[in-house]
Structure formats: C-alpha cells, structure tokens
C-alpha cells in the first residue's frame, strides 16, 4: 500500500503498480506524474465517483481496479484507454455500463454488487473476454451479442433478475465455470430437512481454519453435543451479503443438496437462525493440503502452483480418476459446481481427494433437459482444464507414456 503523501513527493516514480487507500474524494493529479511506468491503478477503497477524462494519459495501464468507491456509471475514460485489458468496479452503486466505458481488448470485467440492470447491445465486440463477474445486479436478460465472447471461460451471474436461463451460454466454446443461482429462473431452496439442524450456541467457536468469499470455517466445539458428532467439527459461517459467487445461502443448498461423497467434505449438519447461518462440517485431517493456488492476474481464469510441483503419472491418474467421478456425482444431482479447480482441491499423501467449496454451485434440475446436458458439457469442460492443469505438473520422464497419452487425449474429448 502507498501513501498520498509519498506521490506527491515524487517518491513514486517508476512504480509499475500504485496502490492508494486514502478516503479520496477526487483523482489524484499526481498520478499522471506515473504515466511513463504504471500499469496497475489501484484506488479501491475510497470515495471516488468519477475518474478524469484524459486517463488515457497513462498510456502504459493495463489494470484498474476502484472497489468499493462511489461510481454510479462505469467511467467512460477507461474506454479511452488503448491498453487497458482488467476492470474491477465491484461495490459501488453503478446502474449504467455504456459501450464507450469497455475497452477493445478487455479480458477481465468485474462488476459484482452494484445495480446494473443491462449491458450495452454491442457488448459481444469483446471478442478476448475471459472472465466476467456480474453476481449481485439487476440483470434481467443478456445481450445477443455475448454470442460473439467466444474466448469467454468464467462467467458469475448468480443474484440477478433473470426470468429465465440464458440460453446464449451454451453456445460458447469455452466456458467452463458458470454460476447462476439466485435468479428467478431458479429453483426454490430446499428446506433438506434430512439433515440435523443444531442450535448456534450449542457451538464453541476456536481459531480460524479459512475464510473465503461467502465465510468464514473456524475449528469448533460442542457445548451441548445431542447427536453425537466428533467432539471437533469445522463450522463455517456465512456472511449475509452478496459474494462474488452468489448469495451465501444458495452455497448451503447447493452443498446440502450433494450430500455426501468419499471425496467431498462431509457435512453434518446445519444453523438457521435468523441472525445466523453456518454449516457443520467434518473436520479435514491436517495431512491434506491444497492441490493448487488461485489464478494470478496473469493467468486471469486458470490456476498457479508452486514452481517445483510435480507429480507421477500414476499420481496424476488417480487424482482425475476421482475427480472425474465427483464430477459425474454432482450430474447425478444436478448440481453444478460452477468452481471446478485445482485451489478447491485438498489432498494426501496418498492421492486421495477431498473437494469442497460450493459458492459458486448452482442446482439446475428444474431447467429443460437441453439446458441441463448443456450445462453438464460446461463442467466437464472445467474438468478438461483441471485435467490440462494436472498434466503440466507431470514428471518429465513419464511424459511419454501411455497413460499420459491417454489422459491428454481425455482432457477435451
């Protein structure tokens, strides 16, 4: 993080990335004093309303992200800028996303949590777009044109208006991570009375385990313990508001809803109070780690891992192999996961998978049956990527065997 009072004393010069958190008001002019280096603007965290209109000054940026500000419109300048390909304007109040706000060369568009009722008519001339995230507006239908995205690879449209499903997704070639719950087109929640519903302060919560978009999972113990779970659980609580994915609630349908699975975490039980909603879970053993890192900036939609991660192709076989079957597990209960990827993947010494993370899940068994095997095509084509990432990590030397052969040519079939 920067400082006000660094930029203007010219401390800054040659920095590539400017990161300002200040309760501003206005645009620095300070900035443009970057213009020669700077390719990544963040003033997320501020009061902005308004960015100037000459930004394209800085001729060098790349990124902008102004979370958490005040725009009510998308800033028109960003469209001026020639080389500017990641947007981020979640949480603010905008209503309006005009064609001369989105640059040519877009890739990343973050929009989530503000009121946007529409996007422009012409918004498919993003011929390179691969990650849009619009959950949490006021959507109620897609542009034709989106048609022409045909790059695009993740989409979030949970928590919006739209009367039915759009259609006009199941034509892109690529798309592979898809969340849409939330909508009018959606099926109710289920109660899932089967599970044991327990009382929060039955709970005493301990040291964070987690924490991602939708909540927070604490290790956790039992006050009063009537139905004789383990003595330790994970409880993960789930915040109120909109996430990036969706509404935390439809995430516990969706994971009730799956139920229980060798490779899933198991949950035991559920908390639905009004002021309170969290999910009981076993508690993953310490030996499982993550199987990869979240995309980098770089990457935009596919996973990073460590530089010297690498597996055995007979490793790589058994770690598909299961997650291959949870993927024809969630078809079987019409839930899609919507989140598909190496960094919700925990994993032992063994091999042996444990998946978790629903917040992007979706359940889609009230939809038409051509809407239901096209979104299935969309999560194995997760699957293909995760199948692709998983190959990148293999051993030099078995990169020639069958068996690789084999799993490279199942990636996309």
């Known amino acids: 993080m920067h400082t006000l009072d660094q930029l203007n004393r010219g401390e800054l010069k040659g920095v590539v990335?400017?990161?300002?958190?200040?309760?501003?008001?206005?645009?620095?002019?300070?900035?443009?004093?970057?213009?020669?280096?700077?390719?990544?603007?963040?003033?997320?965290?501020?009061?902005?309303?308004?960015?100037?209109?000459?930004?394209?000054?800085?001729?060098?940026?790349?990124?902008?992200?102004?979370?958490?500000?005040?725009?009510?419109?998308?800033?028109?300048?960003?469209?001026?800028?020639?080389?500017?390909?990641?947007?981020?304007?979640?949480?603010?109040?905008?209503?309006?996303?005009?064609?001369?706000?989105?640059?040519?060369?877009?890739?990343?568009?973050?929009?989530?949590?503000?009121?946007?009722?529409?996007?422009?008519?012409?918004?498919?001339?993003?011929?390179?777009?691969?990650?849009?995230?619009?959950?949490?507006?006021?959507?109620?239908?897609?542009?034709?044109?989106?048609?022409?995205?045909?790059?695009?690879?993740?989409?979030?449209?949970?928590?919006?208006?739209?009367?039915?499903?759009?259609?006009?997704?199941?034509?892109?070639?690529?798309?592979?991570?898809?969340?849409?719950?939330?909508?009018?087109?959606?099926?109710?929640?289920?109660?899932?009375?089967?599970f044991k519903t327990v009382p929060f302060r039955d709970l005493e919560l301990h040291q964070v385990l987690g924490q991602g978009a939708s909540g927070v999972i604490s290790l956790a113990t039992w006050r009063e313990n009537p139905f004789h779970f383990s003595d330790s659980v994970a409880v993960k609580v789930f915040k109120g508001e909109v996430t990036s994915d969706g509404y935390p609630q439809d995430e516990l349908d969706a994971c009730l809803a799956v139920g229980s699975h060798k490779n899933l975490v198991r949950p035991l039980a559920k908390v639905a109070e009004v002021d309170c909603s969290a999910l009981v879970m076993e508690l993953i053993p310490a030996h499982y780690t993550n199987l990869g890192q979240p995309p980098s900036l770089a990457s935009c939609t596919r996973d990073t891992f460590a530089q010297d991660q690498q597996f055995s192709v007979d490793k790589i076989a058994r770690i598909i192999e299961q997650v291959d079957q949870l993927v024809a597990y969630f078809c079987e209960k019409k839930v899609s996961h919507g989140d598909l990827y190496a960094h919700n993947t925990l994993i032992n010494e063994e091999g042996h998978v444990l998946f978790g993370d629903f917040g992007a899940a979706s359940r889609y068994g009230n939809l038409s049956l051509q809407q239901q095997q096209g979104i299935e095509q969309i999560e194995r084509r997760a699957l293909g990527f995760f199948i692709d990432d998983m190959l990148g990590l293999c051993v030099e030397a078995d990169r020639k065997s069958d068996l690789y052969i084999s799993l490279r040519s199942h990636a996309f079939s």
Do not use: Y
Request: one cysteine or more.
């Open 17 to 194: 990335r400017l990161q300002l958190s200040d309760n501003l008001t206005t645009f620095p002019e300070a900035i443009f004093d970057l213009a020669d280096s700077l390719e990544i603007l963040d003033l997320s965290n501020n009061k902005l309303s308004e960015l100037p209109a000459d930004l394209s000054r800085l001729t060098k940026l790349r990124i902008v992200f102004c979370s958490n500000n005040c725009f009510t419109h998308l800033p028109e300048a960003l469209g001026r800028c020639e080389n500017l390909e990641m947007i981020g304007f979640k949480s603010n109040q905008i209503t309006r996303v005009s064609s001369d706000s989105l640059p040519t060369l877009t890739r990343w568009l973050i929009l989530t949590d503000n009121k946007i009722t529409s996007l422009p008519k012409d918004f498919g001339r993003l011929t390179r777009l691969q990650k849009l995230a619009l959950a949490g507006n006021r959507l109620t239908t897609l542009p034709d044109s989106i048609v022409n995205c045909r790059n695009l690879e993740l989409i979030r449209l949970s928590a919006n208006q739209l009367a039915a499903f759009p259609d006009v997704l199941l034509t892109l070639p690529r798309l592979a991570w898809l969340a849409f719950s939330g909508n009018p087109f959606c099926a109710a929640r289920d109660p899932h009375n089967e």
